[in-house]
């Protein structure tokens, strides 16, 4: 790798813009790509995002910003996605200019819904990236508490521990503690599998259920995170390590969490619909529930997922949320 190493972010978001407030604080120069043209403007005057954590001001003259995805693919060494994964697929459909010899870490807690795969393999499977240049960061962390600075942890994970460091390094700051895994796939899909366990408490939530119940669910879930992990890559992974029970308990129980939101709505009665449409959010784990069960489905062995199944039933076939709670319950320990 180069010397000097050129970072850029992906997407308007508040994790977006967290990881930009991150990244400023250790590089001179970030790049940032924002699809909203008119974001960016206000971003260059008023110094904040008009949209997303307005609170965090930013240096403007640290910022390369450009709403022209193949502006910032030529700029940057280091690509951090972090675009809702509903909406992956058609930004990188306007890219004519090559992704060879980028680093790209994913920063989205989703699976690329077209797909159904999670998105370390579509950028191997689709731009033949090595894997070796693909990464990871996961949580727990919330974009929310990087605003107000309140200590968070990030894992960042990649094949190749060297790049891993340096994403770490660059993320790192009085606020922000790192530590690197290898476990890419583990990783990856425990941020998605816990987006869907967030939306069952906050389904359990909107229907009257309490902390004794909740405190069930989650035990419940961490372990069928485990099995569903190992099925899908078999290695020696702790499972209740930070990256894993440590993102599962934060998106779970806090309301900053915006699937756990998603399904509190739900579980008072709204339709899919009518939720996505009151959140100003993505959902990630509204499309990961759907990508999840199929691929379960596909195990050659079966694998017991009850909370899984559960909120495929409400979100994809419409039962009525308190009807499969109730039996659901009996099927938890």
């Not at 970030?30 to 699809?35: D, I």
């Not at 894997?131 to 949580?139: K, M, P, R």
Request: charged letters at 25%; proline letters at 2%.
């Amino acid at each position: 790798m180069k010397e000097e190493v050129k970072f850029a972010v992906l997407g308007g978001g508040s994790w977006a813009t967290a990881i930009v407030k991150m990244l400023t604080a250790n590089q001179d120069m970030v790049g940032w790509y924002m699809r909203n043209s008119d974001a960016i403007g206000y971003l260059k005057i008023q110094k904040h995002n008009p949209n997303y954590l307005t609170s965090v001001e930013f240096k403007t003259e640290q910022l390369f910003l450009t709403d022209d995805i193949n502006e910032i693919v030529e700029y940057a060494d280091i690509l951090i996605f972090a675009i809702p994964s509903a909406f992956l697929m058609e930004e990188l459909a306007k890219l004519t200019v090559s992704l060879d010899d980028k680093i790209i870490f994913s920063a989205i807690k989703g699976i690329v819904p077209e797909t159904g795969k999670i998105v370390g393999h579509h950028f191997h499977d689709t731009y033949n990236i090595p894997f070796e240049n693909i990464g990871v960061i996961t949580g727990p962390c919330h974009a929310e508490e990087v605003a107000m600075e309140r200590l968070s942890y990030l894992t960042i994970a990649c094949a190749d521990s060297a790049k891993a460091k340096l994403v770490a390094t660059n993320l790192s700051s009085s606020f922000i503690k790192t530590k690197i895994t290898k476990d890419i796939i583990g990783t990856e899909y425990a941020a998605m599998l816990k987006n869907i366990y967030a939306i069952a408490a906050g389904i359990a939530h909107g229907l009257g259920y309490g902390d004794n119940f909740q405190s069930v669910l989650m035990s419940n879930a961490i372990r069928e995170m485990k099995r569903y992990t190992k099925r899908i890559h078999k290695i020696d992974r702790n499972i209740n390590q930070s990256a894993y029970l440590g993102d599962l308990l934060v998106t779970g129980y806090s309301t900053f969490s915006r699937n756990r939101m998603f399904g509190n709505m739900i579980g008072k009665g709204y339709t899919v619909k009518s939720a996505q449409m009151e959140m100003s959010m993505v959902a990630e784990g509204y499309y990961a529930t759907k990508s999840a069960y199929q691929i379960k489905n596909d195990f050659k062995k079966k694998v017991k997922t009850p909370i899984i199944d559960a909120v495929y039933e409400v979100l994809y076939e419409s039962k009525n949320a308190k009807k499969v709670f109730v039996a659901l319950t009996e099927k938890l320990d």
